[in-house]
Structure formats: structure tokens, C-alpha cells
């Protein structure tokens, strides 16, 4: 079955500091990888997401980067602060945008 | 701004019943989705569907599932026989194209007792 492997499943960090959040994925066919913000009690809204033939996204504290050779990407949160704490997810999906996704991370920023 | 609206926010059924989870897509939308996410785990695509029939399916969705677009703005799944495991938060989706970013509801959160 396919599927993504994110990590870390939780992560705590200090308020002004870099959240850093991977997925590695095995499907090399797909074309889109979303990365989602989900608050308690909401549905997940898109964040970010990038197509392979760029290795680097940048959408204003938030940052995709893609490593292609590696099947890696990774969520880079500059400066986050305590609004950022959130469940985020990965995805990856084909050109029919069925979303597979990662199990989720719980980031917490600390005050 | 458009936003997809799911109802109701939370259901409680007994087991064997059924029930239809309602959602109201983006209305220039076209292609529409259902995803469920199990407490705890991640979320996982259930069905997706365009042109008022099933693109794609999961094996999730067995033939205890159905959807449907009853009118011009409703898309409804159904659940004909519920299961103790199909306690979950059911989130709808729907995007304008087929390659452009899907908008998720607030999801309903299905309790079978």
C-alpha cells in the first residue's frame, strides 16, 4: 500500500524558532505534494505545496523543500509562533489529486 | 470566501443504521471528494467523484458505501449499515479542477454506538 512516512509525529518548539517537519514518499510517479494545517476541529486547510521539478518553495515563514534523488520533502516554519500549533500533514497525490497522506505532526510552540 | 460546508458537525448512530453525511461543495466546483479521518490515525481517501458518477474509489468504500449529488449543490455519502469502525471524522472536499488544490470542509464526526 502506498503511503508516506512523516516525522516527527510530535514536535515541540520555542516561540521564534524553526519547526522542521519530513516526509519521504515512494511513488515517484506523483506530481503534487501539499503539505495541510489542521486546527482542532477544523478540516485541513492547504498550506503549502510543490511540484518536483522545483526543489524549493518559499510562501512567507513557510518553506517546502524537495529533494528529489532522495524522495524526501520537508516543511520549514521560520520564526514560528504559538498561532503555528497545529496538527500538519503531508500528502503526495497523481494528476487525479487522490491525497495520500502522512500520519500527521503535532507541533506545539511554546510563548 | 467559498468554503465547503459539512452536516451535521457530529452524529451518533447505533450500529446498523444508516446514515447520510451531508456536504455543500464550492458551487463552481466540479470534482468532489470524501475523505475520513479514525481518531488518532491519519486521513484516508474514501471516494471521489465528477460529472455525477465515482472517479475513483478506495477499498474502504465497500457497498456499504454510496454517494450522491442529489441537486446542484448537495454531494452526500451514505452509509447503509454502520459499523462500530466506521467511527471516524468524515471530511468532504471539493476542487475546481482536476489539478487544482482541494478545499476540505470542517468534517463531521460520526459515532456508531
Known amino acids: 500500500q502506498q503511503q508516506v512516512k512523516q516525522s516527527p509525529q510530535s514536535l515541540i518548539v520555542q516561540k521564534g524558532g524553526i519547526s522542521i517537519i519530513n516526509c519521504a514518499y515512494e511513488?515517484?510517479?506523483?506530481?503534487?505534494f501539499p503539505w495541510y494545517q489542521q486546527f482542532p476541529g477544523k478540516g485541513p486547510a492547504l498550506l503549502i505545496a510543490?511540484?518536483?521539478d522545483v526543489s524549493e518553495k518559499k510562501e512567507g515563514r513557510f518553506t517546502i523543500s524537495f529533494n528529489k534523488s532522495a524522495k524526501q520533502f520537508s516543511l520549514h516554519i521560520m520564526d514560528s509562533q504559538p498561532g503555528d500549533s497545529a496538527t500538519y500533514f503531508c500528502?503526495?497525490?497523481?494528476?487525479?489529486?487522490?491525497?495520500?497522506w502522512g500520519l500527521g505532526t503535532s507541533l506545539a510552540v511554546n510563548p | 470566501e467559498p468554503e465547503v460546508t459539512q452536516t451535521p458537525s457530529h452524529q451518533v448512530t447505533q450500529m446498523g443504521q444508516e446514515v447520510i453525511l451531508r456536504c455543500v461543495p464550492i458551487?463552481?466546483?466540479?470534482?468532489f471528494y470524501w475523505y475520513r479521518q479514525i481518531l488518532g490515525q491519519k486521513v484516508e481517501f474514501l471516494v471521489s467523484?465528477?460529472?455525477?458518477?465515482?472517479?475513483?474509489k478506495s477499498e474502504i468504500f465497500d457497498d456499504q458505501f454510496s454517494v450522491e449529488r442529489p441537486d446542484g449543490s448537495n454531494f452526500t455519502l451514505k452509509i447503509r449499515s454502520t459499523k462500530l469502525e466506521d467511527s471516524a471524522m468524515y471530511f468532504c472536499?471539493?476542487?475546481?479542477?482536476?489539478?487544482?488544490?482541494?478545499?476540505f470542509g470542517q468534517g463531521t464526526r460520526l459515532t456508531v454506538v
Open positions: 458551487s463552481n466546483h466540479l470534482y
Open positions: 510543490i511540484r518536483p
Open positions: 511513488n515517484t510517479a506523483f506530481d503534487y
Open positions: 467523484f465528477y460529472n455525477n458518477e465515482i472517479s475513483e
Open positions: 472536499a471539493s476542487s475546481g479542477h482536476r489539478n487544482t488544490e482541494a478545499f
Open positions: 500528502a503526495e497525490a497523481g494528476n487525479n489529486r487522490k491525497l495520500i
